[in-house]
């Protein structure tokens, strides 16, 4: 099933990587609608996750999609597409078309992450405050302040 | 003599005695403040916990509502700006005088009747639907999403359970061919609930939904509108709103001791000989059994839904009560009253 | 129903003036820590609009900042009634990036724990959904009797609630004396509970009345919208992430995944009740079958000095030398799936060869069924509304993280 599954990304010319828990697809921000909507006709219907992750010395930002199914034979692996988007200028189409609870997954990343969802309809606060300003906060350049265990003071 | 003796003979005299004292104002706090901690005691057994205690230890807490009692009293009233002012004080107020107005019409023993009149019925009935109305105002007068909420929910109930309540009621009268408590009373051979069991059940559960107590208490909804009208009201006025549903319950079990549980027969003969209103007392045991028994509903069931009451007013308890009225009639042609 | 159809239902709809503005919470009596914007025509509700992130607390961002292992006790306070079930995925993402496997003693340990806490946890749900139609009996039972069970979790890893009990490698602690027979009596206590809890409110004809029909999810939508858990069964999906046979020993025991056809709220609730029989099964099983030998992969157990490692083993707890808190990842990502009480909670930990995990994504199921919120209330009366909340078993700090 498993190599059915990369012949069957590989046919539609996706380059697929089968790593045991998850099979890979590295994509251009451009082909990410076709491949979800090629996900969805095999039968990953909904997402398990968004993510973005920073990655500062390259200077882009990488966003994960986790493609999870219910179906008996589908439902040990999980399809993973990469796409890598400028850091300085986020920017990808949204998905809720294709996987409609990316809603609130493509939401929080925007949040987070900074990542704008072209075409996302509520690109509004979700789990930040709504008047926040500053930089995305999981972007590695964000520093959380810690304080420290003891007291400094004498 | 003399002024004393004036006095001694006022209070003692029913005019006074019933509205006053029993079944009347004092009664009615006693009964407030114990059948509360009543039902949070037979909650809490149903539930596996205490419930109240730690104010006076020995009795379980008996005077916890006391001590609620006195908190709401000195707690500050706030009266928010953006109220209509006249009508938010007002209405609690107006409200729980026209829940304690009706005792004045109840009469407590055999020959002993506050005021006697020959409607004393449908005046109890008549006085009690103001209170909905002084509800809305409550809610109208709060200024406030939730309380204008449960202000229509209020209306909504009132279209529920009203028309049940008088037709049930008044199926009895038919029965007993008078309108006034004390008549009927006399007229109870049979305690009602036999002879008409259709307008006991109707009558029954259209006072609970009166009353807002579970499975009906849909208009204080506390999971989606706060505490429905009573949502902005603090101190004092926040314990009268509390109490209004439990003195409007009291009257009703009353009326409906008096209706369908042959009132205060049998009357121990010794306590009436010392004085007439001591007479009264199966008539009070029987309807605080009464209220136990709605307030311990609260363990069995949760909250039915607007529109579900709605339903049972109309498609069930409506239909009830006009075969009340049948068999009322069916009961007087074939002569058994 | 294709999915623009599915999408258009999602949404929020602003209001014109005749739509009625509701704010529930953060502060009321039922909305826990979140807030929903409804909208009302008349009795009826237009759009939910969840509002969440009251208590967001930055799980993400401060995993990435600890050592990996001291995230442990840092992410199992996102469900805190559910401990071991929200780290076990966390603790399997980093044992495929160590590579190591736990004893099978550690297995049927952590399976023994994870039940423990999807019973609480399932309670905790029932008892919410129970006070949801102010039902007050089903709620302080469900809450009184979710004691059993926590006593039961303490007395296996020396906390109620935060346990942190998996570790890489294997457990913290091993079974103390008498605890079969302790989760026997419990067993036999609950079984006798639940059919308290059928007679006085699954089959009380008032709860029957708010519950069924109300918030019907279809199969279809339930696949599309990724519902997880309870939800998702209650739906007719067969899916269970225990049924992956990644974590736990959940491939040697025998038990059913039970599932419902209705969809709608009753279902939900039924379906909790069910699986908390299913769980004491498992509970059954473990204690049975469960074998004797290590409680800590022996990679780690060499780390131990020789002589804490002998009082290890003869005391069964594991008391780790500081190193242990600096175990270095190796490069690579690993992803990890299990089942909560609340549904399917997955994880993503990407290292990039420090001590430190270089990300860590976490979607937890209350997440993944806040949509739940705009797709099914629409078009109910607004007094629907809180049964729908309960029979969801929303938990707003596992959402927020």
Redesign the interface.
């Known amino acids: 099933m498993t190599l059915d599954l990369v012949a069957a990304l590989r046919e539609k010319g996706f380059e697929a990587e089968d790593r045991g828990?998850?099979v890979t697809v590295r994509l251009e921000p451009g082909k990410l609608e076709e491949a979800a909507r090629l996900a969805v006709e095999l039968g990953f219907?909904?997402?398990?996750?968004v993510?973005g992750?920073?990655w500062p010395q390259d200077g882009v930002i990488e966003v994960?999609y986790?493609a999870?199914s219910?179906e008996?034979e589908l439902?040990?692996k999980?399809l993973e597409l990469r796409v890598k988007v400028p850091r300085d200028d986020p920017r990808l189409p949204t998905l809720?078309?294709?996987?409609?609870?990316a809603?609130?997954?493509e939401r929080?990343t925007w949040d987070?992450m900074g990542v704008v969802f072209e075409g996302h309809?509520?690109l509004r606060?979700?789990?930040?405050?709504p008047d926040w300003e500053g930089p995305p906060?999981?972007r590695k350049d964000?520093k959380?302040k810690?304080e420290g265990v003891f007291v400094n003071v004498e | 003599m003399g002024v004393v003796g004036m006095l001694i003979r006022i209070a003692l005299s029913p005019q006074f005695f019933g509205p006053i004292v029993f079944p009347g104002l004092l009664t009615v706090l006693v009964v407030l403040l114990s059948i509360i901690w009543v039902e949070r005691k037979i909650a809490a057994r149903v539930q596996m916990r205490v419930g109240p205690l730690y104010v006076l230890k020995p009795l379980g807490g008996a005077i916890q509502m006391l001590a609620d009692g006195l908190r709401f009293f000195f707690q500050e009233f706030i009266i928010p700006e953006s109220t209509d002012k006249l009508v938010f004080v007002a209405a609690p107020i107006v409200a729980m005088a026209f829940a304690i107005l009706p005792f004045a019409f109840i009469p407590v023993a055999p020959k002993f009747i506050p005021y006697s009149v020959p409607y004393s019925m449908p005046v109890f009935l008549g006085l009690n639907t103001v209170i909905p109305l002084t509800i809305l105002a409550m809610a109208w007068g709060s200024n406030n999403k939730f309380s204008i909420q449960g202000g229509i929910r209020e209306a909504y109930m009132t279209m529920a359970y009203e028309a049940v309540l008088f037709i049930a009621a008044y199926a009895m009268a038919l029965l007993y061919g008078t309108l006034d408590f004390a008549e009927m009373v006399d007229a109870q051979g049979i305690p009602g609930i036999i002879l008409n069991p259709f307008s006991a059940a109707a009558f029954f559960v259209a006072m609970i939904m009166s009353a807002g107590k579970l499975p009906f208490d849909i208009v204080e909804g506390e999971q989606e509108i706060v505490a429905g009208p009573f949502t902005e009201y603090s101190g004092i006025a926040f314990g009268l709103t509390m109490g209004i549903g439990y003195v409007q319950l009291y009257g009703f079990t009353l009326a409906f001791t008096l209706m369908y549980l042959s009132g205060w027969n049998p009357v121990p003969a010794q306590l009436y000989s010392i004085y007439p209103a001591l007479g009264g007392i199966m008539l009070f045991v029987k309807a605080y059994l009464l209220l136990m028994f709605i307030v311990f509903l609260r363990s069995v069931y949760g909250r039915y839904r607007l529109d579900q009451a709605l339903r049972i007013g109309w498609r069930k308890l409506f239909p009830l009560s006009i075969i009340a009225v049948f068999f009322s009639i069916l009961l007087r042609v074939i002569g058994i009253v | 129903m294709s999915s623009s159809v599915v999408t258009r239902r999602l949404l929020a709809k602003e209001g014109d003036e005749s739509v009625y503005e509701v704010f529930i919470g953060p502060q009321h009596p039922a909305s826990g820590h979140m807030r929903f914007i409804v909208r009302l025509q008349g009795d009826v509700i237009v759009s939910v609009d969840p509002d969440i992130g009251w208590v967001h607390r930055t799980m993400e961002k401060l995993a990435e900042t600890k050592e990996s292992i001291k995230a442990i006790p840092l992410l199992e306070r996102m469900t805190i009634i559910d401990s071991q079930n929200v780290t076990i995925g966390y603790v399997r993402a980093l044992e495929k990036l160590l590579g190591v496997e736990p004893p099978p003693r550690a297995k049927y340990l952590r399976t023994l724990l994870s039940e423990i806490n999807r019973i609480a946890s399932h309670l905790y749900g029932m008892g919410l959904a129970g006070i949801f139609v102010n039902h007050s009996t089903m709620f302080m039972w469900c809450f009184g009797d979710r004691e059993v069970w926590i006593q039961l979790a303490e007395d296996l890893t020396g906390a109620r609630l935060t346990h942190s009990y998996s570790v890489p490698g294997g457990v913290r602690r091993d079974l103390p004396q008498g605890f079969k027979e302790k989760a026997l009596k419990a067993i036999r206590y609950m079984e006798k509970r639940l059919e308290d809890y059928y007679r006085i409110f699954f089959n009380n004809p008032q709860v029957r009345a708010r519950y069924e029909g109300v918030g019907v999810l279809k199969k279809s939508d339930a696949k599309r919208l990724g519902i997880v858990g309870p939800n998702l069964r209650a739906s007719g999906v067969k899916y269970d992430a225990r049924l992956l046979g990644d974590y736990g020993v959940y491939d040697e025991l025998d038990f059913e995944v039970p599932t419902m056809e209705e969809g709608d709220a009753m279902a939900r609730l039924l379906l909790r009740g069910e699986e908390i029989k299913q769980s004491m099964n498992i509970i059954r099983q473990v204690l049975d079958k469960i074998p004797d030998g290590p409680i800590m992969a022996e990679k780690y157990m060499r780390l131990v000095p020789p002589k804490l490692r002998e009082q290890a083993l003869k005391e069964g707890r594991i008391k780790f030398p500081g190193i242990f808190a600096n175990l270095k990842l190796p490069k690579g990502e690993a992803v990890a799936r299990a089942e909560m009480g609340h549904g399917e909670i997955f994880y993503h930990v990407i290292s990039d060869g420090t001590k430190k995990p270089y990300r860590v994504r976490v979607v937890t199921p209350a997440f993944r069924n806040v949509i739940l919120f705009r797709f099914l209330p629409p078009g109910h009366r607004f007094m629907d509304f809180p049964p729908i909340y309960g029979s969801l078993d929303y938990f707003p700090p596992e959402a927020d993280r």
């Open positions: 828990d998850v219907d909904h997402l398990a996750s993510e992750v920073d994960i986790h999870e219910y008996e439902r040990g999980l809720i078309e294709v996987w409609p609870n809603l609130f997954l929080e987070l309809p509520e606060r979700l789990l930040m405050p906060p999981l964000f959380v810690t």
